[in-house]
């Protein structure tokens, strides 16, 4: 079955086929291993030619809205 990465860990924990430790550190480990799957797939977008705009998590939300905007704003200036 495919289901998010916690639910296969905490299945696990819950049914009882591996301890709250076993679960915690595996899914930190799984949770680690696909974000670098992510950023893989996503630099090689930015290779083939895909624009990708990335927003610095630590910015307030409204700080990423007004960037947001101003990115839909450009955008639609060179349409």
Not at 28 to 40: L, N, S, V
Not at 51 to 56: G, K, T
Not at 57 to 73: R, T, V, Y
């Amino acid at each position: 079955m495919y289901y998010g990465l916690e639910y296969k860990y905490v299945t696990a924990y819950v049914v009882g086929e591996m301890s709250y430790n076993d679960m915690f550190n595996q899914l930190e480990i799984a949770i680690h291993q696909f974000a670098k799957r992510q950023m893989t797939w996503f630099r090689g977008m930015e290779r083939r030619g895909f624009i990708i705009h990335w927003l610095n998590a630590s910015m307030s939300m409204d700080d990423k809205l007004a960037q947001i905007e101003q990115w839909m704003s450009e955008e639609k200036e060179t349409v």
